[in-house]
T-cell receptor, first 118, second 108 residues
Framework: GAVVSQHPSWVICKSGTSVKIECRSL??????MFWYRQFPKQSLMLMAT?????????EQGVEKDKFLINHASLTLSTLTVTSAHPEDSSFYIC??????????????FGPGTRLTVL | AQRVTQPEKLLSVFKGAPVELKCNYS??????LFWYVQYSRQRLQLLLR??SRESIKGFTADLNKGETSFHLKKPFAQEEDSAMYYC??????????FGSGTKLNVKP
């Protein structure tokens, strides 16, 4: 099946710094990628939808200036947590949806990135 | 607004016992429902989707629009079924909304 990778798998940073997380579809083109946040023992919460070549659309309550998303190519989307604070510590997961002609393909998930802000 | 509810955080059964993981949803349109599974230290992966009406690893799920449910069932649980199970709904613009998850623990 299709593979989605994330880098880094974990990161620790100081409060006030910015952190970039990459999401890559390794063997397919993904016109749409999704970014989720997962708190311990809770579900995945959709943060934003990343569309190749256009601005991301954010879910209600997600600060677009805080979580910058860039989807510059069909295989790469990045999430930058700007001026990170301890409350931003979480598990961030991306997914990529394979576009098969006019049909909607399956959604494949990355392994996640554990962010810890000190 | 769309919402997916999984009322059980933890479900423990013995090997060979039947399993039912509950999922209820609310959605104003025509829903597409999915079950995802996450085994220990692995990424989330698709288990089954309602439009396929298939059985994967012995699991089945039927969409009941009247009860707005999409419960996941397996007649005889196996130890290797132990995992986190998430019910998900695909809404407008292909966005996915997940339930809070149910941890299934199958005891030997």
């Amino acid at each position: 099946g299709a593979v989605v990778s994330q880098h880094p798998s974990w990161v620790i940073c100081k409060s006030g710094t910015s952190v970039k997380i990459e999401c890559r579809s390794l063997d397919f083109q993904a016109t749409t990628m999704f970014w989720y946040r997962q708190f311990p023992k809770q579900s995945l919460m959709l943060m934003a939808t990343s569309n190749e070549g256009s601005k991301a659309t954010y879910e209600q309550g997600v600060e677009k200036d805080k979580f910058l998303i860039n989807h510059a190519s069909l295989t790469l989307s990045t999430l930058t947590v700007t001026s990170a604070h301890p409350e931003d510590s979480s598990f961030y997961i991306c997914s990529a949806r394979e576009q098969l002609g006019t049909s909607t393909g399956e959604q494949f998930f990355g392994p996640g990135t554990r962010l810890t802000v000190l | 607004a769309q919402r997916v509810t999984q009322p059980e955080k933890l479900l423990s059964v013995f090997k060979g016992a039947p399993v039912e993981l509950k999922c209820n949803y609310s959605y104003s349109g025509s829903p597409e429902l999915f079950w995802y599974v996450q085994y220990s230290r692995q990424r989330l992966q698709l288990l089954l989707r309602h439009i396929s009406r298939e059985s994967i690893k012995g699991f089945t799920a039927d969409l009941n629009k009247g009860e707005t449910s999409f419960h996941l069932k397996k007649p005889f649980a196996q130890e290797e079924d132990s995992a986190m199970y998430y019910c998900a709904l695909r809404g407008n613009f292909n966005k996915f909304y997940f339930g809070s998850g149910t941890k299934l623990n199958v005891k030997p």
